[in-house]
């Protein structure tokens, strides 16, 4: 009994290989294999321009990972340094000190230091000033990475559904509704849909990293900005006022 049932499994096994086979004889299309590049080729006019984003939004993605990380770099003795000059009385040294490193802190505390002598307030307006200009030179083309975040699933959706439409004309036109006719064309066209997709998460991800990053340098400069000013509201700072 057992040894029947196997040898009944054995032979639809070899059946359905030889039809296998067999299929593969009669169309040679089975046999055929294609490499990446020429899938994603397929996918038609569209991916241009989602191609050029994906290469614009990379350029965009490594100048601004090296311009945040230089700027956003933190001196963990710049303020101690600053705040022994500037109880010293001496200034200028306590500028050179802030100009010798050029990060964004830095020059947020230049200008506290250029304002020395004059109101509490207006020191920290000056202050808040300058790191809002650091902000937005951190922020410089972070808004193309947002728009590339909605312009390239766009690009790959208008892809495919133009795609649609040329597939559904030749079917009217030729009247061929086979599954091979429209899937063959189906599965080309929602290339360009994943390609937009792919393009878009790429770019959506580092708009969101990068924006964290600044995030993080705020919060950092607000709390040197309070250190300064404390360091120049102290008894003991012997700093002489213009």
Same mark, same amino acid.
Do not use: C, W
């Given at each position: 009994?057992?040894?029947?049932?196997?040898?009944?499994?054995?032979?639809?096994?070899?059946?359905?290989?030889?039809?296998?086979?067999?299929?593969a004889?009669?169309?040679?299309?089975?046999?055929?294999?294609?490499?990446?590049?020429?899938?994603?080729?397929?996918?038609?006019?569209?991916?241009?321009?989602?191609?050029?984003?994906?290469?614009y939004?990379?350029?965009?993605?490594?100048?601004?990972?090296?311009?945040?990380?230089?700027?956003?770099?933190?001196?963990?003795h710049? *303020?101690?340094?600053?705040?022994?000059?500037?109880?010293?009385?001496?200034?200028?040294m306590?500028?050179? *000190?802030?100009?010798?490193?050029?990060?964004?802190?830095?020059n *947020?505390?230049?200008?506290?230091?250029?304002?020395?002598?004059?109101?509490?307030?207006?020191?920290?307006?000056?202050?808040e000033?300058?790191?809002?200009?650091?902000?937005?030179?951190?922020?410089k083309?972070?808004?193309h990475l947002?728009?590339i975040?909605?312009?390239?699933?766009?690009?790959?959706?208008?892809?495919?559904?133009?795609?649609?439409?040329?597939?559904?004309?030749?079917?009217s *036109?030729?009247e061929?509704?086979?599954?091979?006719?429209?899937?063959?064309?189906?599965?080309?066209?929602m290339?360009s849909?994943?390609?937009?997709?792919?393009?878009?998460?790429?770019?959506?991800?580092?708009?969101?990293?990068?924006?964290?990053?600044?995030?993080?340098?705020?919060?950092?400069?607000?709390?040197?900005?309070?250190?300064?000013?404390?360091?120049?509201?102290?008894?003991n700072?012997?700093?002489?006022?213009?």
């Amino acid at each position: 009994m057992i040894s029947s049932f196997i040898r009944l499994q054995v032979d639809s096994l070899s059946q359905a290989t030889q039809a296998v086979q067999a299929a593969a004889e009669t169309n040679p299309a089975l046999n055929q294999e294609i490499s990446v590049l020429e899938f994603v080729f397929k996918g038609g006019f569209f991916l241009i321009p989602i191609a050029l984003l994906l290469f614009y939004t990379l350029y965009v993605i490594f100048e601004r990972y090296m311009f945040i990380k230089k700027a956003s770099k933190i001196d963990s003795h710049l *303020v101690s340094d600053i705040r022994t000059n500037l109880n010293a009385g001496n200034i200028d040294m306590a500028l050179s *000190v802030a100009d010798r490193t050029g990060t964004a802190h830095s020059n *947020v505390l230049r200008e506290g230091i250029l304002t020395i002598g004059r109101p509490i307030a207006e020191i920290e307006s000056n202050m808040e000033r300058a790191a809002n200009i650091e902000v937005a030179l951190m922020e410089k083309k972070l808004g193309h990475l947002g728009l590339i975040a909605g312009i390239a699933p766009t690009l790959g959706f208008i892809g495919t559904i133009s795609g649609v439409i040329k597939i559904f004309y030749s079917i009217s *036109v030729t009247e061929d509704i086979s599954i091979g006719n429209i899937s063959g064309g189906l599965y080309e066209k929602m290339i360009s849909s994943g390609a937009g997709l792919v393009v878009g998460i790429i770019a959506y991800s580092a708009y969101h990293l990068f924006n964290g990053k600044i995030d993080d340098f705020v919060l950092n400069m607000q709390r040197q900005v309070l250190e300064f000013v404390s360091i120049i509201q102290r008894p003991n700072y012997a700093g002489k006022t213009k």
